[in-house]
């Protein structure tokens, strides 16, 4: 594979899917036997608080349970970052912590994170790993009763738009890891590479999307594997 200045990967739930996460979507439309709206987004959440703040803690547990934990594939991103000679950057629409545990620095969360909270009222946010509902008092501000999950929710606008356009427009090798495809803008991130004109791009997925038009390359695959491979096709210069 020839040299790359700057590589940017955009990874989906597909990755984490491996580490016991589990993925946003059932096919019957549910999460977790809640219907999506009801617990992930600002109509819900105004609706019924407590439900949405029982569900993210719930969700937090898990994530940090023993039960969880990076794999394969998030190692071999981290590797990647530490051992290439050039810029390596994980544009994620996951809101757990896996990337980072694995050891990965340059990492931008598209959806937020589900270890953050954020207050409405001064709009700071915090780290979180206990349990928290409408009785927590605020660090910053002080108010009680304002604080939510730092996720964009259905309706809301993805954090780094800017900067990540900025990133793809400097990118000369870009990876899909794990998404559906379907949504957007990320979707739409492959499409505005190719349109540059300079980039590879290279899709790896258990099976093929709505967008594998727009790659120059697929695996199809677990993601462990499929990534751990190509990590070290690129450091090897194969």
């Known amino acids: 594979m020839e040299k790359k200045n700057h590589i940017v990967i955009l990874t989906g739930a597909g990755i984490s899917q491996e580490s016991g996460i589990k993925t946003f979507r059932d096919s019957n439309g549910l999460w977790e036997n809640h219907k999506i709206e009801d617990v992930a987004s600002p109509l819900g959440f105004a609706k019924n608080p407590k439900l949405v703040l029982d569900f993210y803690n719930l969700r937090r547990e898990q994530l ?6 990076p794999n394969k594939a998030h190692t071999a991103l981290a590797a990647l970052e530490k ?30 994170e589900l270890l953050k909270m954020r207050c409405i009222n001064c709009n700071n946010t915090f780290d979180v790993k206990d349990k928290f509902d409408q009785k ?3 660090p910053g501000c002080k108010k009680i009763g304002l604080l939510r999950p730092d996720i964009v929710w259905f309706g809301e606008t ?15 090798l870009f990876i899909s890891i794990g998404t559906s495809g379907n949504v957007y803008p990320a979707a739409g991130f492959v499409q505005l ?26 695996m199809i695959g677990n993601a462990g594997e499929k990534v751990s491979e190509l990590v070290n096709y690129i450091l090897k210069g194969v």
């Open 193 to 218: 590479v190719k349109a540059i004109g300079k980039a590879q791009a290279i899709e790896v997925n258990i099976e093929g999307t709505e967008i594998s038009n727009h790659f120059d390359q697929h």
């Open 136 to 138: 927590n008092r605020c």
């Open 83 to 112: 051992e290439y000679d050039g810029k390596v950057t994980i544009i994620t629409q996951n809101i757990d912590d896996l990337h980072e545990r694995a050891g990965s620095t340059n990492v931008l969360h598209m959806h937020g």
């Open 64 to 69: 940090m349970s023993d039960e969880v934990s």
């Open 158 to 172: 993805p954090y780094f738009l800017d900067e990540i356009e900025s990133i793809l427009n400097d990118c000369d």
